[in-house]
């Protein structure tokens, strides 16, 4: 599956200057785009606004899932979060450039459905999962408001209607456009812990320095943690092409951390660790599910969290984290597994893998071992509605850094 994706990533032509063989002009939308008051905008939006199209598995994809995991040897538990569809990349919309995007919609299906207050102010209080291009406009709205304003900065203050990248901090500045308390948490090594947008206050023009594979230390201009993953924002198709056919080959993690305002950011001490290297970044996500409420079901190893998903992202791709998995083995030791639905996998393939109970661990279950990369950043979103002071403090993306 990973080299039929990455042969098709292949094919896939250079970056042209909107989607679907349209100019902006002719996209709906352009309408609301820069005639409107904010409010006239936003009203426009949610009117024009296109629910987004994916292929819905009967039963829902975590239920399937649940079913499965329920069969598996009783030395076994794992935590899953709630209703979360999967919504995959379609070769000729968004191949090699919106996963990021891809997983968005898979969040916002699950805050839609599992978050009544989430509901009622997403989108414009729709209800339904907008298409890319709706999201786009959704993320230019939120750059209006002052979400992120280095990091609209770094796309022009423009993005609807063109295949760009994105990542956690367009993901976070979205969601907090909506008074969702999004937050972010970097994964790295110790000696780049002062580059990490770790501090609030961090600001674009600050120059900092990266340090490459070879060893050698390049100056940068850096706005939000996934910036250090693009340090050239204006990459075209083949080179997007070039990295997403990596990350189909190889499988890796996220996770995440609470902070909300200055005076609570970090509660990173709950979830403190001794582990050592990449098991930092499971042992964080093991705490994450296992903190709160949850629902156990069927034969009560298989455990149901009220959290979200987590958005995953590393160098080169992004996915969905929805649960965990931990094997008790017979030398006392314990095997972490990530269980990520992927948007480059097919979902009718999922979907019958599912069905058919067998074969569909190579498109969900993720190994401490496939965690090859120096760097991971997540995006989670923590209960409630932020108004007020906290609105403000959202408006500047930052993020929570742990050592690897």
């Given amino acids: 599956m990973d080299l039929e994706f990455a042969q098709q990533l292949a094919l896939e032509p250079s970056s042209p200057p909107s989607m679907n063989n349209q100019t902006i002009r002719d996209l709906p939308l352009a309408r609301c785009d820069g005639q409107c008051s904010m409010e006239e905008s936003i009203s426009c939006l949610a009117a024009l606004q296109t629910r987004t199209t994916f292929h819905e598995i009967e039963g829902g994809v975590m239920a399937l899932l649940r079913e499965c995991l329920e069969l598996e040897p009783g030395n076994t538990t794992t935590f899953l979060c709630g209703y979360t569809d999967h919504i995959q990349s379609i070769r000729p919309e968004d191949s090699g450039w919106g996963c990021g995007w891809r997983n968005i919609q898979m969040l916002s299906s699950h805050l839609l459905m599992q978050r009544q207050e989430a509901r009622e102010v997403l989108f414009g209080g729709a209800g339904f999962v907008p298409d890319i291009p709706s999201l786009q406009r959704w993320l230019e709205i939120a750059w209006e408001k002052g ?37 972010i948490v970097d994964f790295g090594p110790k000696e780049l812990e002062p580059y990490y947008l770790s501090l609030p206050g961090s600001r674009l023009g600050e120059e900092v320095k990266r340090i490459h594979n070879d060893g050698k230390r390049k100056a940068i201009q850096v706005c939000g943690p996934m910036d250090r993953y693009l340090p050239e924002r204006r990459h075209d198709i083949n080179q997007a092409s070039s990295s997403c056919r990596e990350k189909s080959s190889c499988s890796t993690s996220h996770t995440g951390d609470s902070w909300g ?63 965990i998995q931990v094997k008790n083995q017979h030398n006392g030791m314990q095997q972490h597994t990530l269980l990520i639905l992927d948007p480059g996998h097919r979902t009718a393939e999922l979907e019958r893998s599912l069905k058919e109970k067998r074969g569909w661990q190579k498109f969900i279950k993720r190994g401490v071992h496939t965690l090859r990369k120096p760097q991971y950043q997540l995006c989670y979103i923590d209960p409630g509605i932020s108004s007020g002071d906290e609105v403000e403090l959202l408006k500047t993306v930052d993020s929570v850094f742990l050592e690897l």
């Avoid at 609807?160 to 979205?174: N, P, Q, S, V």
């Avoid at 098991?279 to 979200?308: A, C, E, P």
Wanted: charged letters at 20%.
């Fill in 147 to 183: 979400f992120d304003a280095a990091g609209s900065d770094q796309f022009a203050n423009k993005i609807y209607g063109l295949k760009r990248w994105i990542g956690t901090t367009e993901c976070a500045a979205l969601f907090r456009s909506f008074g969702l308390r999004a937050r």
């Fill in 261 to 323: 305002r200055k005076s609570n950011y970090n509660s990173g001490n709950k979830f403190s660790m001794k582990s050592k290297g990449h098991q930092v970044l499971m042992d964080w996500i093991w705490n994450y599910f296992n903190d709160g409420n949850v629902t156990k079901t069927g034969n009560h190893r298989v455990i149901v969290s009220d959290k979200t998903p987590l958005y995953f992202q590393h160098d080169g791709h992004s996915r969905t984290i929805v649960g």
